[in-house]
Structures are given as C-alpha cells and as structure tokens.
C-alpha cells in the first residue's frame, strides 16, 4: 500500500510539475506577444548610430535596432505569431526603465548601459558593444584631456551612468566644472557645436555618432583617456527567464554564425544615413572577447 501511495503521488507530482512547467513557459512576455500579437520595442531617437530616426520615414534605424528585429525574428518562430506587429515606443534615458517595468516596452535595444545598480529593477541580455567614456570638443579648445577641465563647461546627457561619473569625478578633483544635463545626444552636441559647452562627456561610441551627423566632422576631435568602461544590452523585464533566453538565444545564433560582424560593419565602418559619413570606428578588442563569450555582467 505504502509503494502505491508513493508511486501514485510520484506520478502526480510529475504531471503538475509539467503544467507548472507550461504554464511559467506561456507566462509572462512571450504570452502577452501571443495574446496580442504584437512586440513592443523601445527605441532611442539621437543615439547615433545605435538607435535614432534619420529620414523622414520617423522609423528607428542603426546598430540596436538592427538587433532588435532579429530578436523578433526569433521570437516570431517561439510563438507561432505568423503576422507579428512590431509596435514602437519612444524612450529616453530618464524613462527606458520605467517603461520596461511597467509593461509599455517589452524589449529596449539602444545605447544602455549594464550596471549592478540597473540589474536590479530590469534584466539585461548578453552585450553588444563595449564602450569607454571620453571628451568630444573642438580640435582648436585647448583640450586634450580631463585635466583640461578646470573651471570649463561639460555637457552630458541627464539620466546616464556618464552624468554621474562627470559630477562624481568633479567633487573628488575639486575641478570647478559646470556640468550641464541635456535631454539627449543631440542636445548635448547641439549645445556644444554653439559654444555653449567647451565639451561633451560621453560613451566613445556616441561621440563618434554625434560627430558624424556634424555640419563639419573635421572640426571635432574625441580626447581623453578613458574614464568608465561598460557594455551595452537590451533590456527586459525582470523574472521573465523565458523571454530573456529567447533574446539572448538570437543574440547567440548572430555571435556564432558571425553575421554580427556584417551588420557592425555596416553602421560602424561604412558610410550612414543621414550624411552618409563613416564613424571609423572599427571593433574592438573587447567586444571581440564578448562575441566569442557572450556575457551580461557589469565591466569589473
């Protein structure tokens, strides 16, 4: 009696343990998808040449949106949706979170940053691009370096791991710098390109981005050595395993078959909209080392 009453409850356990099973695999985003037919993707407007609108299409274009729609390639094959609709969603660096968390953006591939502090409010995908925080001004300012700062304006944009790293950096070499917030990229170089900022505190990257789309790119000159370090993924929704393995599954698949090498090129080594000028920024030893081990980790 007492081995029928344990193989009886072994079998039970088993069949709830495949629904439960099921049913965390059908929860969560990849259900909304289905349900809904529809992927909300979150996407940046001025960051260059990751995500940003560049003709007068109004449709998101550049290095993480080209990411973005293989992920939902992927996920398009994992849920059987035959006419996926892919939604668009404007962020910024203030509300790319926020939005994740509640529900409005299922996926946000752009130019954020991986932090400890950010792991805990959303989840993050392997990294598609290591970055190094520089200085972007004019070659004739003077500057060369941060020790260059003292007393000068330095624009940043508001919401970024890079504004609290300038103040931060301000405070502990008493440096006197006024450190400005814009909204976005395109708002700190504007500010810069009209003097009204001796210079432009941001990811490498970017700064190549900003200085592309300039009305003369021979003016301006990346400098500094560099003074962060991080990677950028997609962000997603927190205790959602399901659809983060399904992300970082297409991310994987592009790593390995190196069709990742391709699309870099394409934005970061060939001419782009909207000028059709060349960032020159070739890949890096780093992100060589992500793609052959994909990770998801804060830099140390």
């Known amino acids: 009696m007492t081995r029928f009453v344990f193989r009886t409850c072994a079998f039970v356990s088993l069949v709830l343990g495949g629904h439960l099973a099921m049913a965390d695999e059908s929860s ?31 449709k998101p274009m550049g290095y993480s949106v080209d990411l973005a729609n293989k992920i939902v390639e992927r996920i398009q094959t994992k849920t059987g949706v035959a006419n996926l609709k892919v939604k ?13 968390q509640n529900g409005t953006v299922d996926l946000e591939c752009g130019s954020t940053a991986v932090t400890a502090e950010r792991q805990k409010q959303v989840a993050f995908s392997y990294g598609f691009i290591f970055v190094k925080g520089q200085l972007l001004t004019a070659k ?44 976005d990229h395109g708002e700190a170089f504007k500010m810069l390109e009209t003097g009204r900022a001796a210079a432009f505190y941001m990811d490498d990257a970017l700064l190549y981005g900003e200085r592309a789309k300039a009305r003369d790119p021979q003016r301006w000159v990346v400098v500094g050595e560099q003074q962060s370090r991080e990677i950028y993924s997609c962000m997603v929704r927190k205790d959602d395993p399901q659809f983060l393995a399904v992300v ?35 890949m890096t030893a780093e992100l060589k080392a992500i793609i052959a081990k994909p990770v998801s980790d804060p830099v140390e």
């Open 140 to 183: 004739d300012s003077g500057i060369h370096g941060f020790e260059d700062l003292k007393g000068k304006k330095v624009v940043t944009t508001a919401g970024t791991t890079n504004e609290r790293y300038i103040k931060r950096y301000n405070a502990e070499h008493n440096s006197d710098i006024s450190v400005i917030a814009a909204k």
């Open 88 to 100: 668009y969603n404007l962020v910024t660096s203030q509300t790319r979170i926020p939005l994740v």
């Open 248 to 282: 970082n599954e297409a991310l994987g698949d592009l790593y390995r078959s190196g069709e990742i090498n391709g699309i870099y090129q394409r934005w970061f080594e060939q001419p782009i909209p909207p000028k059709g000028l060349n960032l020159e920024f070739p």
């Open 28 to 58: 969560g985003t990849l259900r909304k998808i289905t349900t809904n037919q529809q992927i909300s993707l979150g996407y940046r407007d001025a960051s260059v040449p990751f995500s940003y609108v560049g003709d007068h299409s109004g």
